[in-house]
């Protein structure tokens, strides 16, 4: 009996415990815990996860071998060597980095070869490593993050106002180049420096090559394609006669008879530029290509004259222009980054274009793009991420100087760099036509492991990372 007695009391306690306990909370709910800031305690939700971030897409990729490139199997290259080709400017580290986090991906490619979802829905994406094999036409994506990199303090302008530039000048121009050899040179010019000058035009970048970048030739070197005055990135210049005439012939637009050898034909077929520039709205299209010819007129004083879309009347002299464009993320505070890689060479193409054709003025163009820079509202928004549908914002970081004609400045700077440039090597090729043609050819004179084709990649100025920074991995 007093067994049975003890039995039904710790029957009981035990009742009266679970009823009287605190129970967790329901699994459906976050469990609290224990925040430390400022050596105090705060008891409180977790944090939540990680925002979307906004993804940077690459270009299809090509089926023929990537210019510049050294190795010999051309056709077989990995996600890993994709990238750090067509980010050439960004440390190898950073790029594994994005592989091992997991942040890089690639479209799921269906039978028709296509993963371009309807308008709204998420694109088809998977998860790929460093040394997967890319596809003929696939499309990989990668945080904008990727591309970050430090503001510098340093003005990107030359301090120069006369035709002799001192020693400090000389040391900033030949920290502009890129690249030197026996035929040509490779700058990244800095915006608001005219390239070519005139009288009241001192510190020209002609001028300031001349005077600075000759090295131990007697003439400095010539310009052979212009940049605008506001506008940055790949200047190519050439040093002696020869290399100038046979770059005036490669950037002409006129179509001449093929010439010299097949190496050199197949290495003129390969050249090209690459833009990038950002732009206020977003095109219709994610890529296309504009033709739309061009033309010149005078504006009401006479002096000013202004490029524009030609109409199609028999009595306006027009020039063909063709500009092959690609958007390279979303939308974000009314802008989004596109790539353009113009065909032909005219007088503010890229510029006329984008304003015109396309309905999205470059930011900082106030020549063809004033209207709409009037109308723009340069304040924070919520924008939407493609692949997921979720909402993130900008956010203006600390200690950043957005006052540096960034997209966040008062008055903002011209946002079009020449990011990337291929031509042939003409270095080589100017020694193989001239040994050709000496009585004595041998065909181990020239230095045939020399690529035939050239590619340089250049960083954007302080202004235009300023607004990539702004735009890419400041996502609240």
């Known amino acids: 009996m007093r067994k049975t007695f003890l039995n039904r009391q710790i029957l009981l ?11 967790p909370p329901s699994p459906a709910y976050a469990k609290a815990i224990i ?6 305690a705060h008891l409180g ?4 996860g990680p925002k979307p971030q906004q993804l940077l897409s690459l270009p299809p990729f090509p089926g023929h071998p990537l210019p510049g490139r050294k190795s010999a199997s051309a056709y ?13 400017d960004i440390p190898p580290p950073v790029i594994q980095s994005h592989f091992n986090k997991g942040l890089v991906q690639m479209e799921c490619l269906d039978s028709t070869n296509s993963s371009r979802s309807h308008k709204g829905q ?9 040394n997967e094999v890319i596809e003929v036409g696939a499309r990989v994506y990668v945080p904008v993050s990727v591309a970050e990199s430090r503001i510098s303090k340093r003005f990107d302008v030359i301090p120069s106002g006369t035709l002799c530039p001192n020693a400090d000048e000389i040391e900033y121009l030949q920290r502009l180049v890129k690249y030197k050899d026996s035929a040509i040179l490779v700058l990244n010019k800095p915006p608001k420096l005219p390239v070519k000058g005139n009288m009241p035009v001192h510190n020209s970048m002609d001028a300031l090559a001349a005077a600075a970048l000759s090295y131990d030739y007697d003439e400095g070197p010539k310009l052979v394609h212009r940049l605008d005055r506001e506008s940055s990135g790949l200047l190519l210049m050439g040093r002696t006669e020869e290399s100038i005439s046979y770059l005036h012939w490669l950037f002409s637009d006129v179509k001449k008879g093929k010439s010299m050898s097949k190496a050199w034909n197949d290495a003129c077929e390969e050249t090209y530029q690459r833009y990038w520039a950002l ?46 464009y690609r958007v390279l993320g979303p939308m974000i505070n009314g802008c989004s980054w596109i790539e353009l890689r113009p065909h032909t060479s005219r007088k503010h193409q890229l510029r006329v274009h984008c304003a015109e054709a396309l309905g999205t003025p470059i930011v900082g163009d106030y020549r063809y793009g004033w209207f709409i820079h009037n109308r723009w509202k340069q304040m924070p928004r919520v924008d939407f991420e493609p692949t997921t549908g979720e909402p993130y914002k900008m956010r203006r970081p600390e200690g950043l100087d957005v006052q540096k004609g960034s997209v966040l400045s008062k008055v903002p700077l011209l946002h079009l760099h020449c990011r990337e ?19 004595n050819y041998k065909p181990d004179l020239v230095n045939e492991s020399r690529p035939d084709l050239l590619r340089f990649v250049a960083a954007m ?3 235009m990372k300023i607004s990539w920074n702004l735009m890419s991995s400041y996502l609240v």
């Open 13 to 23: 306690a035990c009742r009266h415990y679970s009823r009287t306990r605190i129970r």
């Open 35 to 40: 925040r430390v800031s400022n050596n105090v």
């Open 45 to 48: 939700c977790p944090k939540e």
């Open 76 to 88: 077989h290259v990995t996600a890993i060597s994709w990238l750090k080709y067509y980010f050439d």
């Open 122 to 130: 998420p694109l088809s994406m998977i998860k790929i490593k460093h």
């Open 279 to 324: 732009v206020i709205g977003c095109p219709k299209e994610k890529e296309g290509l504009i033709c739309a010819p061009l033309t010149k007129v005078l504006l009401d004083n006479g002096k000013t004259e202004r490029v524009m879309l030609a109409n199609n009347s028999v009595l306006e002299a027009s020039q063909e222009a063709i500009t092959e």
């Open 421 to 439: 440039l291929v031509l042939p090597n003409i270095a080589k090729f100017l020694l193989l036509h001239c040994n050709k043609n000496a009585v």
């Open 461 to 463: 100025p302080s202004h």
